[in-house]
């Protein structure tokens, strides 16, 4: 299915954005020296677009593409351990066709479901700066505003959990984050209607750890699709 013009004129200013030096060295020195297991890729290295359906109520938002992982492939959460835990649950629970993504040409299709970040691309030791994270704030604001059937935001981790947070206090829907504390299976309702779910994010330190397990993300999921029926 064609994108809507929307988005392709987006995902383009998102690729050829250089705004941030520090990040630009770091995906670019990556993409050169590449891991070993990968040495026969042609690493994606620029910032990576959100994926996904145009007409989804449900966002997923995360933090950043890891450096292995979407730096190398181009899509969010393929070709990763992230990925690898996230997309059996998304399929289980509706929101993917398959349950394995490793690479832009698996033929992995989203339904009611799309996926961002908070910044685009992959930072040094998974950490961006307050500053890189501002610099890619508003290509959050311009998807937040032509998602326009959304109705669930399921933040991974608390700087997606900031990001929208941040998001709303730009745009006028809230005036403080203070009372909207970051927890796994937090629930808020939204003054703008959407409800705002926070989970754990699925980084293998977390999921290794157990302390992200398969079903306690499930049922983040199978809250959010819930939630879309309401």
């Given at each position: 299915?064609?994108?809507?013009?929307?988005?392709?004129?987006?995902?383009?200013?998102?690729?050829?954005?250089?705004?941030?030096?520090?990040?630009?060295?770091?995906?670019?020195?990556?993409?050169?020296?590449?891991?070993?297991?990968?040495?026969?890729?042609?690493?994606?290295?620029?910032?990576?677009?959100?994926?996904?359906?145009?007409?989804?109520?449900?966002?997923?938002?995360?933090?950043?593409?890891?450096?292995?992982?979407?730096?190398?492939?181009?899509?969010?959460?393929?070709g990763d351990g992230s990925g690898y835990f996230m997309y059996p649950v998304l399929h289980e629970t509706g929101f993917a066709s398959q349950s394995m993504a490793t690479s832009r040409s698996d033929g992995m299709r989203l339904t009611d479901a799309y996926i961002t970040a908070a910044v685009r691309c992959a930072p040094p030791a998974n950490k961006p700066t307050p500053q890189e994270i501002?610099?890619?704030?508003?290509?959050?604001?311009?998807?937040?505003?032509?998602?326009?059937?959304?109705?669930?935001?399921?933040?991974?981790?608390?700087?997606?959990?900031?990001?929208?947070?941040?998001?709303?206090?730009?745009?006028?829907?809230?005036?403080?984050?203070?009372?909207?504390?970051?927890?796994?299976?937090?629930?808020?309702?939204?003054?703008?209607?959407?409800?705002?779910?926070?989970?754990?994010?699925?980084?293998?330190?977390?999921?290794?750890?157990?302390?992200?397990?398969?079903?306690?993300?499930?049922?983040?999921?199978?809250?959010?699709?819930?939630?879309?029926?309401?």
């Amino acid at each position: 299915m064609p994108l809507p013009n929307w988005l392709n004129v987006l995902n383009s200013e998102v690729i050829a954005c250089t705004r941030c030096p520090r990040l630009v060295v770091y995906r670019e020195q990556i993409a050169r020296e590449k891991r070993r297991a990968y040495k026969d890729w042609d690493y994606w290295g620029k910032p990576v677009p959100g994926f996904g359906d145009p007409n989804a109520r449900v966002l997923v938002l995360a933090l950043a593409p890891g450096a292995h992982g979407s730096n190398r492939t181009g899509r969010p959460f393929t070709g990763d351990g992230s990925g690898y835990f996230m997309y059996p649950v998304l399929h289980e629970t509706g929101f993917a066709s398959q349950s394995m993504a490793t690479s832009r040409s698996d033929g992995m299709r989203l339904t009611d479901a799309y996926i961002t970040a908070a910044v685009r691309c992959a930072p040094p030791a998974n950490k961006p700066t307050p500053q890189e994270i501002a610099n890619c704030a508003h290509f959050l604001d311009a998807e937040l505003a032509a998602l326009k059937r959304l109705r669930v935001v399921v933040a991974l981790g608390k700087i997606g959990f900031d990001a929208y947070l941040n998001h709303l206090r730009r745009t006028g829907v809230i005036q403080s984050r203070a009372h909207y504390e970051f927890g796994h299976g937090v629930e808020y309702g939204i003054p703008n209607g959407i409800i705002l779910l926070g989970t754990y994010h699925p980084s293998m330190q977390n999921t290794n750890t157990g302390k992200l397990t398969k079903e306690m993300f499930r049922r983040i999921f199978v809250r959010a699709r819930a939630l879309t029926r309401g």
